[in-house]
């Protein structure tokens, strides 16, 4: 509970408490100054204020706000004529409580007939029939009035800003609450978008990497046992297996702490690429041949890795699939983008048949390229040979600060 909410129920104590208080101090102060009045009227006008209390604890609790509003006024009139002390102060009681319980126009009955009452008093009792008396009695008694309604208002709008900030406040709680829950699904669904991404990154490099290395191992072992009557062949094609594997296992660990490939560590992409097609084209004995247009300059790791393993991804398909005698690469630099040619003279394929099998090499292929916002596009069609293009946005790669 806030310093304010705190100080607002002690004013609806306050306010509950002082009709009480008004009452006791007139009835007080009542009693100590009309010592000449024999004891059987002060008991009287005790006997009432009582009465007054027990009307104002009781009635004004029940429906009846008219009924209580108006016996309230004729006490304070009543008490009034019996001592001015109880105009002087427990007639605000009228003013307040016909203001609180009544509504519209009535409220202004209810304050015109209580300063009526308590203005008759300080003029000394019945009105005095003279144009000035009148006048005199009008004016006070209009004043009195006027104040009341105004600062009635004031209390009022007051309260209304009250209750407003308190609406706002259960609002904005209720927004905070909400905010809450929409945070924590947010943090449950970035969490799942993680995981999923980083599945679909570790299956993508171990399909790039281990399937690839795989393949080529198994390639080369099946060869070794056609060769076996030949033992320099032999020999070769084992130790291209032996090869692949260390470079496979070598490329896994990269994978798993997220490390580009090795080629790139130790390479600009164009020497890069060109490694890689030169092992590719001696392990499959295909001829590979490697173009690069334009001005070549560093650009952003993750650009550069996606070339090199769409470079390697469609090698492979090549390799597997193709039956090839010829592969071709070029890779473009442009002034916006980087592009990526592969093309062969293999046995080709239907594209739209391989899109709708969803093989797992053009998929990943794809994917590394949307995530880069760029284009892949694949030609093809069954005896003439395969043409894919991969184009991603040309971003450089960031100086090393200083």
């Known amino acids: 509970m806030t310093r304010l909410d705190r100080w607002e129920r002690q004013l609806e104590r306050y306010t509950a408490a002082a ?22 009227q002060r008991l009287v006008t005790l006997g009432l204020a009582v009465l007054a209390a027990a009307w104002i604890a009781l009635v004004s609790r029940g429906g009846a706000k008219a009924l209580y509003v108006t016996g309230l006024i004729l006490m304070i009139v009543v008490l009034s004529f019996r001592g001015v002390w109880f105009a002087t102060f427990f007639g605000f009681v009228g003013y307040l409580h016909s203001w609180r319980y009544l509504r519209g126009g009535w409220r202004f009955a209810g304050v015109t007939a209580t300063a009526a009452g308590t203005v008759a008093v300080y003029s000394g009792g019945l009105l005095e029939p003279t144009a000035w008396g009148i006048l005199t009695y009008l004016f006070f008694t209009g004043a009195i009035v006027a104040l009341v309604g105004l600062f009635s208002f004031v209390g009022e709008v007051t309260m209304e800003r009250s209750a407003e900030r308190k609406r706002m406040v259960v609002q904005l709680e209720e927004a905070m609450r909400e905010n809450a829950g929409l945070h924590a699904q947010l943090l449950v669904q970035a969490r799942e978008a993680g995981i999923m991404d980083e599945r679909q990154r570790m299956a993508g490099e171990i399909h790039d990497t281990l399937a690839q290395g795989l393949t080529g191992i198994i390639t080369q072992l099946q060869a070794s046992t056609r060769a076996k009557d030949d033992e320099d062949a032999r020999e070769r094609h084992v130790g291209n297996a032996v090869r692949l594997a260390k470079e496979s296992l070598a ?3 990269r994978s ?23 092992e590719w084209s001696e392990l499959n004995a295909v001829r590979a041949d490697v173009t690069t247009t334009g001005t070549v300059r ?22 597997k699939h ?8 070029t890779l473009s630099y442009m ?36 995530r880069l916002a760029g284009a892949l596009e694949i030609e093809s069609e069954p005896g003439a040979g395969t043409a894919i293009s991969a184009s991603v946005p040309a971003v450089p790669r960031e100086a090393p600060r200083a």
Request: hydrophobic content about 40%; aromatic content about 4%; proline content about 8%.
């Open 19 to 40: 009709p009480y208080i008004l009452l006791t101090v007139s009835t007080v102060l009542y009693l100590l100054t009309e010592e000449r009045q024999p004891w059987s």
């Open 251 to 253: 490329e896994a660990r």
């Open 256 to 278: 798993i702490h997220a490390v580009g490939p090795g080629p790139l560590e130790s390479a600009p992409l164009p020497e890069a690429l060109a490694q890689v097609v030169a």
């Open 298 to 319: 560093p650009m952003h790791p993750e650009v550069e890795e996606t070339l090199l393993r769409t470079a390697q991804e469609a090698l492979a398909n090549v390799a």
């Open 322 to 329: 193709a039956g090839a005698g010829r592969v071709g690469l």
């Open 335 to 370: 002034e916006d983008v980087v592009a990526l040619d592969v093309r062969d003279d293999g046995a080709g394929f239907d594209p739209e048949r391989a899109r709708d099998g969803g093989g797992f090499g053009l998929t990943s292929m794809r994917r590394r390229v949307d």
